[in-house]
């Protein structure tokens, strides 16, 4: 019982990977808690139409993974509009990434709807999704099930595009991420695996710590093996994978990316050599690797000295910066770019 202890208490450290608690991230301006609704009194709910703004499902059908949803719809949002999954890292809740990340500016702008799952503490006492139990990242089981529930009662919900989901979160919701890109190819055209981990990489708590730091080494057809096992019947193509880092990250090891490389273009079969590579604002390189029809499928996004966190630009309008959102490039516009649901 110490031990386990031990372990989650190191794990609070160490997966701080995405989480402060939501009062330090909290930043002028932006709205408070998941529930909190900011609503004018009543009397004046009566001049001003309601705007749209993140809000909590109940019930979305069946949550064997106990999370619970928050979703946004913009005002005016179209049918056949596509549905982005933001996947908040631990200690953070729903609200805490969905406006850090500026996914509501993107949401607005492009037109499409945003699920955002929020970790319970009963499920994980620092509220990191547990991408680390195959429990919760198999096959529509725990967590990722109650996920993609979430994602079903949206596309009933706004007439949404089942072609165009996408997924996306930043440290252990980036290790989620690779899950359900795993798990469920079938199911996602797209993911941004932001300061995250390959998926396979750890199947229990222990095993993480290493997964994080200093990250595991494997072949690139290991890595693929991994991704193939989750779905042994999938015969179709797989999701495009976006892959961030900063490489002063000692959070979540920088090496995790190159690791992340070699498993989805593997799974993609390609090869190792990138097929062109571009140098983006904020200290960034892009490297893309296409496969055999001359489509990008993988792209690996480097940001120099950048530590643990998602990129972010508030004077372009993309996200605020504070804890675990740091100043450098708007990773939401280009996530959006890559998966070609921008306006």
């Given at each position: 019982?110490?031990?386990?202890?031990?372990?989650?208490?190191?794990?609070?450290?160490?997966?701080?990977?995405?989480?402060?608690?939501?009062?330090?991230?909290?930043?002028?301006?932006?709205?408070?808690?998941?529930?909190?609704?900011?609503?004018?009194?009543?009397?004046?709910?009566?001049?001003?139409?309601?705007?749209?703004?993140?809000?909590?499902?109940?019930?979305?059908?069946?949550?064997p993974g106990a999370l619970s949803m928050y979703r946004?719809?913009?005002?005016?949002?179209?049918?056949?509009?596509?549905?982005?999954?933001?996947?908040?890292?631990?200690?953070?809740?729903?609200?805490?990434?969905?406006?850090?990340?500026?996914?509501?500016?993107?949401?607005?702008?492009?037109?499409?709807?945003?699920?955002?799952?929020?970790?319970?503490?009963?499920?994980?006492?620092?509220?990191?999704?547990?991408?680390?139990?195959?429990?919760?990242?198999?096959?529509?089981?725990?967590?990722?099930?109650?996920?993609?529930?979430?994602?079903?009662?949206?596309?009933?919900?706004?007439?949404?595009?089942?072609?165009?989901?996408?997924?996306?979160?930043?440290?252990?919701?980036?290790?989620?991420?690779?899950?359900l890109l795993a798990a469920h190819p079938d199911r996602?055209?797209?993911?941004?695996?932001?300061?995250?981990?390959?998926?396979?990489?750890?199947?229990?708590?222990?095993?993480?710590?290493?997964?994080?730091?200093?990250?595991?080494?494997?072949?690139?057809?290991?890595?693929?093996?991994?991704?193939?096992?989750?779905?042994?019947?999938?015969?179709?193509?797989?999701?495009?994978?976006?892959?961030?880092?900063?490489?002063?990250?000692?959070?979540?090891?920088?090496?995790?990316?190159?690791?992340?490389?070699?498993?989805?273009?593997?799974?993609?079969?390609?090869?190792?050599?990138?097929?062109?590579?571009?140098?983006?604002?904020?200290?960034t390189v892009r490297n893309d690797y296409t496969d055999?029809?001359?489509?990008?499928?993988?792209?690996?996004?480097?940001?120099?000295?950048?530590?643990?966190?998602?990129?972010?630009?508030?004077?372009?309008?993309?996200?605020?910066?504070?804890?675990?959102?740091?100043?450098?490039?708007?990773?939401?516009?280009?996530?959006?770019?890559?998966?070609?649901?921008?306006?």
């Amino acid at each position: 019982m110490h031990t386990s202890l031990r372990l989650l208490t190191t794990l609070v450290a160490a997966l701080a990977a995405a989480a402060a608690p939501t009062v330090v991230l909290a930043q002028p301006g932006q709205p408070g808690q998941p529930g909190h609704s900011g609503q004018l009194p009543s009397e004046s709910r009566q001049l001003q139409p309601r705007a749209a703004q993140l809000e909590p499902v109940a019930d979305f059908g069946s949550n064997p993974g106990a999370l619970s949803m928050y979703r946004y719809a913009p005002d005016g949002l179209p049918a056949g509009s596509p549905v982005v999954v933001v996947l908040h890292g631990c200690g953070q809740g729903a609200a805490d990434y969905f406006d850090g990340a500026g996914w509501q500016q993107a949401a607005d702008t492009h037109k499409f709807a945003v699920v955002a799952p929020q970790q319970q503490s009963a499920n994980n006492a620092t509220r990191c999704f547990n991408w680390f139990e195959p429990g919760d990242t198999s096959r529509d089981s725990g967590e990722t099930a109650s996920i993609l529930r979430m994602v079903d009662h949206t596309l009933e919900a706004y007439g949404g595009d089942a072609t165009r989901v996408h997924v996306t979160g930043l440290s252990a919701g980036g290790a989620m991420t690779a899950s359900l890109l795993a798990a469920h190819p079938d199911r996602f055209a797209g993911g941004g695996i932001v300061a995250g981990i390959p998926y396979g990489c750890a199947t229990s708590m222990p095993t993480a710590f290493t997964c994080m730091n200093p990250g595991a080494t494997k072949t690139p057809e290991q890595w693929g093996d991994l991704v193939r096992a989750a779905h042994p019947g999938h015969d179709g193509r797989y999701p495009t994978v976006s892959i961030w880092h900063g490489s002063a990250d000692y959070t979540v090891a920088a090496a995790n990316a190159s690791e992340s490389v070699k498993q989805w273009t593997n799974a993609h079969a390609t090869d190792q050599e990138p097929d062109a590579t571009a140098e983006l604002p904020g200290d960034t390189v892009r490297n893309d690797y296409t496969d055999a029809s001359g489509a990008t499928v993988v792209r690996d996004y480097r940001v120099a000295g950048m530590g643990h966190g998602t990129p972010v630009r508030p004077a372009e309008n993309c996200g605020t910066a504070g804890t675990y959102f740091l100043d450098r490039i708007c990773s939401t516009g280009q996530l959006v770019t890559d998966w070609g649901i921008g306006s």
